[in-house]
């Protein structure tokens, strides 16, 4: 199951998307991260990265 983003949460910093190793993770046209679930393997790397929690597994 792919990563979930809290929008409410995110601030569009990108420390998620620098650390995932599939590059699963980008920032939208508002600046939010969203997660492509076709190639997200669920890994943790961008859950741990989040300064602000905004990422959960």
């Given at each position: 199951?792919?990563?979930k983003v809290?929008?409410?949460l995110c601030v569009g910093c990108?420390?998620?998307s620098g650390?995932?190793?599939t590059?699963?993770?980008e920032?939208?046209?508002e600046g939010k991260t969203k997660v492509n679930e076709d190639t997200c393997i669920?890994?943790?790397a961008c859950v741990a990265s989040c300064p602000v929690e905004a990422?959960?597994?």
């Open positions: 199951m792919p990563v809290d929008r409410d990108g420390a998620c650390v995932c190793p590059g699963s993770l920032l939208d046209d669920d890994c943790g990422l959960s597994q």
